[in-house]
């Protein structure tokens, strides 16, 4: 479990890096279609293309931009396998300013798949921490 707890890490770390360029086509490519996203709230939304994955997150990452947020972290990786291909992951992720405050922070789990090219998530959920989160 060692082995697969540091490739899940490491497929995090780039994701890091990749949210670090603010690009959604970038972010997208450790996704695959389709994807799944389920809100704190529970609503749904499917993408079923790559070009509708880095939409979605160039659209995210514009509105974490605004608010000036200039990176992201995350803490408190915990993964379960899910057979020989697949894993649940899920981490706290906080983002920050230029000056490496947080300035939002959330807890979301993620399914990936593993194929011949990699890691690949098709579904995220945000976890909600109380009944009006959205």
Excluded at 68 to 93: D, M
Excluded at 111 to 121: D, K, M, Q, V
């Amino acid at each position: 479990m060692d082995a697969l707890q540091d490739e899940i890490r490491r497929f995090f770390e780039n994701f890091v890096a990749a949210f670090a360029e603010f690009d959604g086509a970038l972010i997208a490519r450790r996704y695959g279609a389709p994807y799944l996203a389920l809100n704190a709230a529970g609503e749904p939304r499917l993408f079923t293309t790559a070009t509708d994955i880095g939409d979605y997150f160039q659209g995210i990452v514009d509105d974490y931009f605004a608010q000036g947020c200039r990176s992201c972290r995350f803490h408190s990786l915990e993964i379960t396998p899910l057979g020989c291909a697949a894993v649940l992951a899920s981490l706290s992720w906080e983002l920050l300013d230029g000056g490496g405050e947080v300035i939002g922070a959330w807890r979301e789990s993620y399914n990936l798949a593993r194929s011949s090219a990699g890691w690949c998530i098709h579904v995220s959920t945000d976890h909600a921490t109380s009944g009006v989160d959205t």
